[in-house]
Each structure stands twice: as structure tokens, then as C-alpha cells.
């Protein structure tokens, strides 16, 4: 190798970029010298981003021709004796005009200078700038017969190429464009045979064993990496112990394989000497990482405290940490859990700069590069974030303030994703609404002061594997002012509002597709299309000493059902905030009704008392209807006109101090009570004439005096 110190302006002689190997091989040959007469060669340029590739022909010549040549070459000129001169078949030179001096002049085809019938050989040099590492010539050979070296070490290793410094074809826009989480195309369902072979790989005595034993079912770069990435992530677990007491710990890598164990150092030196060892490029990378013991909006300073590693692979740097794929550690630091994380293998470099920020910042692999003040400010969107299918996140800063005592969130995904949050570790103090692409959330803190937000989510699709809700976002609150105003009842259960999932669930097309419905006179009424054959159960909520036991709850709320339209009427009992609760079971189902979705009512009128609608019984069909009265409380000693809409029947009666019947008129069964005389009033049915026996249906409570 030929190490220079810089590749500089191009001579007569050389090639521009364009004229590669392609244009070598395929010129024609032509002889330029006597026999015994030696060349300095042709020099073919080939851009990088940190090299230029000279190809030069070497000519092995008998003893006896140096020194008759010797004469020869002190009478040619600097200029005759390099890139600038051609030979002219006798042995002279003759000028040529220069090709330029930049590396993107256009093409000249000037055939190549080769040898005569002596055995000669092919020589690759490379010219780096001064401040960049070489790298290692695969093959070198030396003349007929000559042994072939390739580089390998005492072991059988190819000896791998230095890593060279990323260059502009390795660099990702940022911010990420939410094409991919990873850097490169990889197919994971075409990986399993390789994972699961990675995984049962038993080496422990070496590491070169063990390379070679992973490397048997690998035959891409890729697949390679692959396996050296899903042994480590399954067979090195982290030290906590050695984090505590570093002096005693050893990051080499023959030490890290034989303990079984190591922090993050270890794992990337390990991670890198598997790939050299495997002929893969491989840097080990440090930085300062959102890690463990990380807290929201704090700053890095002084030394680095996190290391992991590029890879390059199809002409490109690519990024991963083996340490954050094995598993974590708990809150206290002291016991260690393997839990395979694959958003950590080739990760997307604009995703992979939320919690990593190497010490290089070229290693970020991002155009434009972040600063560490922006790696602080920013948001931190853990694995979790992006693997469930989240997009995006507002605010994208870690610190929300109050605006007159709310705080506003919202996150974006791509499919239907279940969320919840937590305000200092409970759920009562906030709003939030799903979205068909994500979620809305208003926080109200009770109290001034900074808190803690925590998101969670989880896939919507019962048949997921792991159906628990995993933190996605923290962020902290500073709250300046409390709004008294916003105060929840401790039955609300977020998220609130309908959504995608109560039109799973059956109820479509809302009539108040808002999660607060306002009243003023204490009355609402809400519409839905049922699209599944159901049964609905409704019931009200509130909070304070004028909370409702669970009979009245459901009274308060009365249903009509007309085909597949069904319309809540609801009666609050005085002013305040409510839950309205909504269940649904399939009417085939003998089980319990499952909740679905739920509505804040408010109403801040003090003078609003309406009283519960009539009771019901089982005889009371779903399809029956009350036009009136409405309310369940009717007034003493008047007469009160009833209208019923109901079919199937053969007579129906009004049982008070007396007993009144009601008359069929176009489908309703109408007719008038008085209620003097008694407490009750009960509405009867006789369903079949030849039946002697009535059925309650409706019961009324009526008025003392």
C-alpha cells in the first residue's frame, strides 16, 4: 500500500472517474516499450468519499536490463517520466496536453499502458487524505508462481478491511420520513431458520469457535451479522454487578464470552471483533444515551457513558446496540432480564438518534447532524414508540406548560392503537379521546408544580401475543395555574368518547361524536346505528353525596329502539358532571354485558332536578316505546294521559287506586289515570286473551303530599 498525503491534482496521465475497471479491461492493448524495458504503469482514479484507486502494472525484468535502462531514464524529464508522457513505440516520450485537475472532468478514453510479453502482475494502490485510515489490500501477488496472501491470521480468519469513516452515501434525511425503522430492507420472516440456528449455537471456549459455528448457516453479509447480532442479544447478559465496581470488570472480548456477562463496552467490543473476525467492517461507537436513569429534560456532560456499534453492509454504515436488544434492568439497577428488543438491530439512523448521540458526530449518519443541546431537547420516543406503530408525538418537546391549567397531547399511528396515561401515577385528572389514526389527550393537574405524564399503548387486536400496555412517551408537566372548573368523577374511564373501537364494538354513526356533551337544562339525548344484533346497557354516574345507587343510574337513562336505530334519552338529577356508561353483549349471550365507551355529561345549572324514568321489567321489550309520561315520578290526585307503543299484546291496563284500561289507536295503546288514592301506579299487559293472568311491564312512583 501506498499511503499519501493526499490524493491532489490529477496528471496528464490519469484517468477521470468514469474510466474504472470497466474501462481497463475492455480497452484495447498496445505495446509501448523494447523488450526489457520497464514502466512506471497507468493510474486509474476512482472517487470516494475518502480514496482514489491507482492501478498500476509492475513488470518483473532480468538483471541485466536495469542497468542498460538506467541511462535512459536519468535522460527523461520529471515531466516525461510520470502520468504526463506516452511512449511513442522507440523507447522515446512524447508531451501530452493536460486532462484537468478535478475529479469530475469528462471522460477521455486513452487506452492503458501494458507490457509486452513479460509476466507482470496487478497492483491496487489507494491515496487517502491524510486524517483517514487505510485500508488493507485483499490481494497482492508477486510474479509467476508466487504465493497468493490474502491476509489471513494464524486461525483461518480473513483479516477484515478498516472500517472507513461514513461518507455522504451513508447519510439519512432527518427527520425520519416514516418510511422504515430500519436503515436497509431485511426480511425477518426469511431470518427465522437463521435466528433460531443462532440461538442454539452452544461455543463458549473461543470466539473465533464460535464465529465459525454461527457462520455455517450464513451466507450473505447480512445473515452473518444477523446471527453474531442474535447470539450475543441471547447469551450475554448485562453485569449489573460489574456496572457498580468497573475496575474489576474486563471488556475483552474473550473475557466477555468466557464470563457470559458484561455492560455495554463489552458487548460492543465483542459485538466488534465477531464481525472483523467474520470479514465484516464493524466500529465500535460511544456516546452519551437516554438510557436507564435518565430523567426528562436533563443534560450530558463530561465523558461518554454508552457504546455500541455501525456495521457496514451493501455499501453502506448501518447502526445497531446489542446491549438495549438483550433485555433491561429493573428500576433499582440490580437484576438484569433478558427481553429480546429487534428495534435495536439496523435501526434507522433519525429514529436511532433519539437515545443515542455518539461523541463523533458523523456517526449519526443523519443530513443535516443534530446538536447535543437538540438530542436534550428532544422528545424521547423509546422502541416502544415506534414498534407499536406510533408516527409522531406533540408537543415534540419533553416539558409541557400549562395554558390557563390544561396541558395538550396527541400522538399519531397508523393503525387503531388502544392508549391510556398516567398523571402521577393515576388517570383522573385528564381527557382523553381516541383517534382513528392515534389519540388526544387534555391534562387538568389538580395542583401547581411539576408532574410526571406517562402514555402507554398496546395493540388493538385481541389475538396479540403481548397484550399488556407498554409505556410509549414521558413528558413532564410544569402546571402554573390549576383550573378549579375541570374536575372529573372518579367513573370515568378513559378513553372517553366514542371511536374506532365502539364502532368495532357495534355502535356506529354518533350523534355526538365529542367525549363532552354539554346541557343546559339537564336533558340530552344521543343516536346510534347499531350494526351487530345487541343488547345495550346503560347507566349514569357521579360523584360527591348525591351519587347514584346503581338502580336510579340506570333509570336515569332510558332506551328506544327503532330497527337497528337506537337513541339514549337522558334526565340528569340535578347539576354537575356525569359518566353516561355504555355495555353491550350479543343478545345470544346468556353472559354479562361487556363495557364499551363512556361520555362526560356536564351541566352547571343549579336548577335542574328531573327524576328517573319509569322502572321496567323483563316483560318490557326492547322494541317497546313510552311516549308518555316520561317521568317515573307522577304528580298525586291528577289525571295523566298515557301513550304506549307496543305490539304482541292483547290488552293493556293501568293499575292505580283503580284499574284503567288502555285502547289500541294506529299501534299505541292509549287512555288516562288518575292517580289519587295511591303510591304506585303499575302498567300491566295481557299477552294472550285466553290467559286470565296480566304482566307487569312499567312501574310509576307518585307524589306525596
Given at each position: 500500500m501506498v499511503q499519501l498525503a493526499g490524493p491532489g491534482p490529477r496528471g496528464a496521465g490519469a484517468r477521470s472517474p468514469c474510466q474504472g475497471w470497466a474501462a481497463l479491461a475492455a480497452a484495447p492493448r498496445r505495446q509501448h516499450r523494447r523488450p526489457g524495458h520497464a514502466l512506471m504503469g497507468t493510474m486509474d482514479f476512482k472517487t470516494?468519499?475518502?480514496?482514489?484507486?491507482?492501478?498500476?502494472?509492475?513488470?518483473?525484468?532480468?538483471?541485466?536490463?536495469?542497468?542498460?535502462?538506467?541511462?535512459?531514464?536519468?535522460?527523461?524529464?520529471?515531466?516525461?517520466?510520470?502520468?504526463?508522457?506516452?511512449?511513442?513505440?522507440?523507447?522515446?516520450?512524447?508531451?501530452?496536453?493536460?486532462?484537468?485537475?478535478?475529479?469530475?472532468?469528462?471522460?477521455?478514453?486513452?487506452?492503458?499502458?501494458?507490457?509486452?510479453?513479460?509476466?507482470?502482475?496487478?497492483?491496487?494502490?489507494?491515496?487517502?487524505?491524510?486524517?483517514?485510515?487505510?485500508?488493507?489490500?485483499?490481494?497482492?501477488?508477486?510474479?509467476?508462481?508466487?504465493?497468493?496472501?490474502?491476509?489471513?491470521?494464524?486461525?483461518?480468519?480473513?483479516?477484515?478491511?478498516?472500517?472507513?469513516?461514513?461518507?455522504?452515501?451513508?447519510?439519512?434525511?432527518?427527520?425520519?420520513?416514516?418510511?422504515?425503522?430500519?436503515?436497509?430492507?431485511?426480511?425477518?420472516?426469511?431470518?427465522?431458520?437463521?435466528?433460531?440456528?443462532?440461538?442454539?449455537?452452544?461455543?463458549?471456549?473461543?470466539?473465533?469457535?464460535?464465529?465459525?459455528?454461527?457462520?455455517?448457516?450464513?451466507?450473505?453479509?447480512?445473515?452473518?451479522?444477523?446471527?453474531?447480532?442474535?447470539?450475543?442479544?441471547?447469551?450475554?447478559?448485562?453485569?449489573?454487578?460489574?456496572?457498580?465496581?468497573?475496575?474489576?470488570?474486563?471488556?475483552?472480548?474473550?473475557?466477555?464470552?468466557?464470563?457470559?456477562?458484561?455492560?455495554?463496552?463489552?458487548?460492543?467490543?465483542?459485538?466488534?471483533?465477531?464481525?472483523?473476525?467474520?470479514?465484516?467492517?464493524?466500529?465500535?461507537?460511544?456516546?452519551?444515551?437516554?438510557?436507564?436513569?435518565?430523567?426528562?429534560?436533563?443534560?450530558?456532560?463530561?465523558?461518554?457513558?454508552?457504546?455500541?456499534?455501525?456495521?457496514?453492509?451493501?455499501?453502506?454504515?448501518?447502526?445497531?446496540?446489542?446491549?438495549?436488544?438483550?433485555?433491561?434492568?429493573?428500576?433499582?439497577?440490580?437484576k438484569f432480564t433478558y427481553r429480546y428488543n429487534e428495534f435495536y438491530f439496523l435501526t434507522h439512523p433519525a429514529l436511532f438518534i433519539n437515545n443515542h448521540f455518539p461523541d463523533n458526530s458523523n456517526w449519526q449518519l443523519l443530513k443535516p447532524t443534530l446538536t447535543l443541546k437538540e438530542f436534550e431537547n428532544n422528545m424521547l420516543h423509546n422502541s416502544n414508540f415506534y414498534t407499536l406503530g406510533l408516527l409522531a408525538a406533540r408537543p415534540d418537546t419533553p416539558i409541557i406548560r400549562t395554558v390557563n391549567g390544561k396541558a395538550s397531547v396527541s400522538v399519531d399511528c397508523r393503525s387503531g392503537t388502544l392508549f391510556m396515561f398516567k398523571l402521577k401515577g393515576t388517570d383522573e385528572h385528564g381527557l382523553m379521546t381516541l383517534k382513528r389514526h392515534g389519540m388526544e389527550l387534555d391534562i387538568y393537574p389538580e395542583k401547581t408544580g411539576s408532574h410526571k405524564l406517562e402514555i402507554f399503548a398496546k395493540p388493538s387486536k385481541?389475538?396479540?401475543?403481548?397484550?399488556?400496555?407498554?409505556?410509549?412517551?414521558?413528558?413532564?408537566?410544569?402546571?402554573?395555574?390549576?383550573?378549579?372548573?375541570?374536575?372529573?368523577?372518579?367513573?370515568?374511564?378513559?378513553?372517553?368518547?366514542?371511536?374506532?373501537?365502539?364502532e368495532r364494538q357495534g355502535f356506529l354513526r354518533p350523534s355526538h361524536s365529542q367525549p363532552v356533551l354539554h346541557t343546559n337544562d339537564g336533558r340530552c339525548c344521543l343516536t346510534f346505528t347499531l350494526s351487530k344484533d345487541i343488547s345495550v346497557l346503560t347507566s349514569l354516574h357521579t360523584d360527591g353525596s348525591s351519587s347514584l345507587s346503581e338502580d336510579m343510574g340506570r333509570r336515569h337513562v332510558l332506551q328506544i329502539h327503532r330497527r337497528n336505530q337506537i337513541e339514549l334519552k337522558v334526565h340528569l338529577p340535578h347539576a354537575g358532571n356525569f359518566v353516561l356508561k355504555i355495555y353491550s353483549k350479543k343478545k345470544s349471550d346468556p353472559g354479562n354485558y361487556d363495557y364499551i365507551f363512556n361520555y362526560l355529561i356536564r351541566c352547571l345549572n343549579t336548577e335542574v332536578k328531573w327524576p328517573a324514568f319509569p322502572q321496567s321489567y323483563s316483560k318490557w321489550?326492547?322494541?317497546?316505546?313510552?311516549?308518555?309520561?316520561?317521568?317515573?315520578?307522577?304528580?298525586?290526585?291528577?289525571?295523566?294521559?298515557?301513550?304506549?307503543?307496543?305490539?304482541?299484546?292483547a290488552k293493556v291496563l293501568v293499575q292505580a287506586e283503580n284499574t284503567y284500561p288502555l285502547t289500541q289507536n294506529k299501534g299505541c295503546w292509549e287512555g288516562t289515570c288518575n292517580t289519587s288514592g295511591c303510591r304506585e301506579v303499575f302498567v300491566m299487559v295481557h299477552e294472550n286473551a285466553n290467559h286470565s293472568f296480566y304482566s307487569h311491564v312499567l312501574k310509576y312512583e307518585v307524589e306525596t303530599q
Open positions: 470516494d468519499a475518502s480514496a482514489v484507486t491507482i492501478n498500476l502494472l509492475l513488470i518483473v525484468r532480468p538483471e541485466e536490463a536495469a542497468s542498460k535502462e538506467k541511462g535512459q531514464r536519468e535522460g527523461q524529464t520529471e515531466g516525461g517520466r510520470g502520468a504526463g508522457s506516452k511512449g511513442d513505440g522507440n523507447g522515446n516520450s512524447r508531451s501530452q496536453p493536460p486532462q484537468g485537475t478535478g475529479l469530475n472532468d469528462p471522460c477521455e478514453q486513452t487506452p492503458p499502458i501494458t507490457a509486452g510479453p513479460d509476466k507482470g502482475t496487478q497492483v491496487t494502490v489507494e491515496i487517502h487524505h491524510e486524517d483517514t485510515t487505510p485500508q488493507l489490500i485483499k490481494r497482492l501477488s508477486l510474479g509467476k508462481g508466487s504465493q497468493r496472501l490474502r491476509g489471513h491470521d494464524n486461525k483461518g480468519f480473513q483479516k477484515t478491511e478498516a472500517p472507513r469513516p461514513p461518507g455522504a452515501k451513508d447519510l439519512h434525511a432527518y427527520p425520519w420520513d416514516k418510511s422504515s425503522l430500519k436503515s436497509m430492507p431485511v426480511d425477518l420472516q426469511q431470518l427465522k431458520k437463521l435466528d433460531a440456528y443462532a440461538l442454539k449455537v452452544n461455543v463458549t471456549n473461543s470466539v473465533e469457535e464460535l464465529v465459525k459455528a454461527l457462520l455455517k448457516q450464513a451466507r450473505t453479509d447480512l445473515e452473518k451479522v444477523r446471527a453474531i447480532w442474535m447470539w450475543i442479544c441471547h447469551h450475554i447478559e448485562y453485569d449489573v454487578v460489574g456496572y457498580h465496581n468497573k475496575s474489576q470488570l474486563s471488556s475483552k472480548p474473550r473475557d466477555v464470552l468466557q464470563m457470559g456477562k458484561s455492560i455495554c463496552e463489552g458487548y460492543a467490543e465483542l459485538f466488534e471483533h465477531m464481525c472483523s473476525l467474520a470479514g465484516i467492517q464493524c466500529k465500535k461507537l460511544s456516546g452519551h444515551a437516554k438510557g436507564h436513569g435518565y430523567k426528562t429534560g436533563q443534560t450530558f456532560t463530561g465523558d461518554s457513558d454508552h457504546a455500541w456499534n455501525a456495521v457496514y453492509l451493501e455499501g453502506r454504515w448501518h447502526l445497531l446496540d446489542s446491549t438495549w436488544g438483550s433485555g433491561s434492568v429493573d428500576d433499582s439497577f440490580t385481541a389475538e396479540a401475543a403481548d397484550d399488556v400496555y407498554k409505556c410509549v412517551l414521558e413528558y413532564v408537566v410544569e402546571c402554573e395555574s390549576v383550573d378549579r372548573a375541570m374536575r372529573f368523577p372518579k367513573e370515568l374511564h378513559q378513553p372517553v368518547g366514542p371511536s374506532w373501537f365502539s321489550l326492547q322494541d317497546y316505546e313510552i311516549l308518555e309520561p316520561l317521568s317515573g315520578l307522577l304528580p298525586a290526585n291528577r289525571n295523566v294521559q298515557f301513550k304506549l307503543k307496543m305490539h304482541g299484546v
